[in-house]
């Protein structure tokens, strides 16, 4: 694809990251085939293909509008288009670069506004979210259906006893800002399953939100500032010899491994960070590569489920089949599951924000998940699982939970 910037961004480091991607395109439309808002809406400029274009334009001199905004707005970032692009083209960072343009130049509605910063004042201060979650599930029966949903009636979490950090290899969980809340259980039975091969997994104090979802939200620089200050509470546990850092939710874990791209421009924080993100692994990483020691430790117990296969693993991440792999390895029944490539709609607070695009994906998700008769649904990522348990019966919950009831009694 041809460009030629404007002066306002050409030379600087966005723009040459932007030229560079988005001369790449080739506009053969393959991501067309795998994107959720087109095969939706089929709309071109709700496709990755018509998005470019429309950054295209705004980076060479056009005036952005509220319609190039909404169709930014309604694009999961759920990277499926990377994943088909036969050219390589690495539209998630292009749609960081162009949302922040388009934020900057067309002023949102006053109550799209307030919610957006809203949640991004709410959601990473895990105090607070736990506090309104609590206050918001007694008042469960007012709230509208596509909030009730996210929420349980009552907390059905009931995580097993951390174990104490008593080996010499020791790996780093992040606890996150709403997992607590929702199922405190992911990351304990994670520490109880590296536990039983020798190795300690422990969270950092202090240890806050990963930055994702100020910077998705478009407070790109608040959310520079929440990825530094975890760097800072992770510091010293790299300076006293922690192995990993161990993500126990997809959706901070493509992140985390970013930070080296998004903080390379900090001279402060630059080295840090991608040290930080060198160091960081999925628990499906971890268990993979110490899966010949933790197989005998488990009872196979026949069990079929369904693995909802979140769109930062398997395409964020590029760690499609590891999970899989491990769950048919320790005995359980996989059920088909169709169109697995595509998104649950949740999307960090793409639910929240629209929820009625959501709705339609979940619903397509659950559907296919269902079909194949699972007696649960697991999955990898803590969005993923709250939104998809208000759509079906089925129990849903991480796939380190269900691996970890298999743990052998001691």
């Known amino acids: 694809m041809q460009t030629a910037l404007a002066d306002f961004i050409k030379g600087t480091p966005e723009g040459e990251r932007a030229d560079g991607i988005l001369r790449k395109c080739v506009h053969c439309g393959f991501c067309l085939a795998t994107c959720p808002t087109y095969q939706l809406l089929g709309d071109e400029l709700d496709g990755p293909r018509g998005r470019i274009y429309l950054i295209k334009q705004v980076l060479e001199g056009a005036q952005p509008s509220e319609r190039t905004l909404a169709h930014l707005d309604r694009c999961l970032t759920c990277r499926a288009c990377e994943t088909t692009c036969p050219s390589g083209v690495r539209y998630g960072e292009l749609v960081d670069i162009g949302r922040a343009i388009v934020e900057a130049r067309v002023a949102r509605p006053s109550w799209t506004s307030f919610k957006r910063k809203a949640l991004a004042a709410i959601l990473p201060r895990r105090d607070v979210f736990s506090m309104l979650f609590g206050i918001a599930r007694i008042a469960r029966p007012l709230l509208p259906s596509w909030l009730k949903n996210k929420m349980p009636a009552r907390s059905t979490a009931s995580p097993r006893a951390w174990p104490a950090a008593r080996h010499g290899r020791r790996m780093v969980a992040l606890a996150g800002c709403v997992q607590p809340t929702l199922s405190p259980d992911i990351n304990a039975a994670a520490a109880r399953v590296l536990d039983s091969i020798g190795i300690s997994l422990v969270e950092a104090p202090r240890a806050g939100c990963c930055g994702a979802l100020k910077f998705h939200l478009n407070f790109q620089e608040a959310g520079r500032s929440d990825m530094k200050a975890l760097i800072d509470a992770w510091w010293p546990l790299v300076e006293a010899g922690a192995e990993a850092f161990v ?100 999307a960090g607070t793409y639910s929240l924000l629209q929820p009625e695009m959501a709705e339609a994906f979940k619903r397509a998700k659950t559907c296919a998940l269902e079909a194949g008769a699972p007696a649960r649904i697991l999955t990898a990522n803590i969005g993923c699982q709250s939104h998809l348990g208000g759509g079906t019966k089925l129990p849903v919950e991480h796939w380190v939970v269900a691996l970890e009831r298999r743990l052998k009694a001691a």
């Open 247 to 346: 993500m126990t939710a997809s959706g901070c874990g493509v992140t985390v491994k970013e930070y080296g791209r998004l903080l390379e421009r900090d001279p402060d924080y630059a080295g840090k960070a991608h040290r930080i993100s060198a160091m960081t692994r999925d628990i499906s990483e971890v268990v993979a590569a110490e899966w010949a020691r933790i197989e005998p430790l488990l009872d196979r117990i026949p069990q079929r489920v369904a693995f909802q296969m979140p769109c930062t693993l398997q395409h964020g991440q590029a760690l499609r089949g590891v999970v899989e792999r491990l769950l048919e390895r320790a005995g359980f029944e996989l059920s088909p599951v169709a169109d697995a490539h595509m998104c649950c709609g949740s």
